[in-house]
């Protein structure tokens, strides 16, 4: 599965994303970014994930913000 969300910034020193949803494939997925500020990232089911921030391996955004 594939996690399509939206950069707002920064807020309190961290990231402020918003979810615009999550796709079957990554193709769907990239396909859902409007602008340079929309990622994709992989995402499995029933995976419980570290309770510290770690960078998202495979994450990225499609259409170029860094």
């Known amino acids: 599965m594939w996690l399509t969300g939206k950069n707002n ?3 309190d020193g961290g ?3 918003e979810l ?3 796709f079957s494939t990554e193709e769907k997925a ?3 970014c409007l602008n ?4 994709v990232g992989p ?3 029933d995976e ?3 309770d510290e921030t770690v960078e998202w391996p495979r994450c ?3 259409k170029g913000l860094k």
């Open 30 to 32: 990239v396909a859902a």
């Open 15 to 17: 990231i402020c994303w």
């Open 43 to 45: 995402v499995e089911l």
């Open 60 to 62: 990225y955004y499609p």
């Open 36 to 39: 340079e500020y929309y990622f």
């Open 9 to 11: 910034g920064e807020y």
């Open 48 to 50: 419980v994930l570290p």
């Open 20 to 22: 615009i949803g999550v």
